[in-house]
């Protein structure tokens, strides 16, 4: 039951009611959406594409389930991650950089850094990705880098930012399984906020 309690408090810390806080320093383009004025940014966004090499990183905090079908058992535990993702210039082009928690197996996070493709304008309540790249600890003849494979997808909710997203991935290494991400998202950076 920890991981759920973990989940829950994901969750809570998502769901709390925001600060006093006015938007400053936003395009009209950055602080409008259906849902009205974006406060913390999008999840799984790239910020604006246009003028840059690399647009302003954005940072998202994520939380949930992690799971991989196994034997002699499933592996079913809560994680933590940091998802962080800046645009290159071109329209659907964008790196993306992780770092995965997951409290069951250890203090130490897992890292990858993917190049994406998605197809899908970012103002759009859906969201898709798939990308190509690198993980570690996934590799049992030491710890070092293998390749990895992933997709993305997500809806962003008019419920304070909030994004549940389903990742499936798997490393390129001899003897890893499909692993699976049921998760929520929270914006975390660009912040641009004024506190009176």
Do not use: C
Not at 50 to 78: C, K, M, Q, R
Not at 115 to 126: K, N, Y
């Amino acid at each position: 039951m920890h991981r759920f309690t973990f989940v829950a408090a994901i969750f809570g810390l998502a769901l709390a009611p925001p600060d006093r806080a006015t938007a400053q320093h936003m395009s009209a383009s950055d602080t409008a959406s259906d849902s009205g004025p974006v406060i913390h940014g999008r999840t799984f966004s790239t910020g604006t594409r246009t003028g840059w090499t690399f647009s302003t990183p954005h940072l998202d905090i994520n939380g949930g389930l992690y799971y991989v079908h196994a034997t002699p058992a499933n592996v079913s535990e809560g994680f933590f991650r940091l998802h962080l993702q800046t645009a290159l210039g071109i329209h659907t082009v964008q790196l993306s950089s992780d770092l995965l928690w997951i409290p069951a197996f250890g203090a130490t996070p897992v890292w990858s850094g993917a190049l994406e493709l998605a197809p899908i304008h970012q103002e759009s309540p859906f969201y898709a990705a798939a990308g190509v790249g690198l993980i570690s600890g996934r590799d049992s003849s030491g710890d070092r880098l293998s390749g990895w494979v992933h997709g993305t997808v997500a809806i962003r909710t008019p419920i304070h930012e909030l994004t549940p997203f389903v990742e499936i991935g798997k490393a390129l290494s001899a003897g890893n399984k499909a692993e699976l991400l049921f998760g929520v998202a929270h914006p975390l950076a660009p912040y641009k906020l004024h506190l009176p």
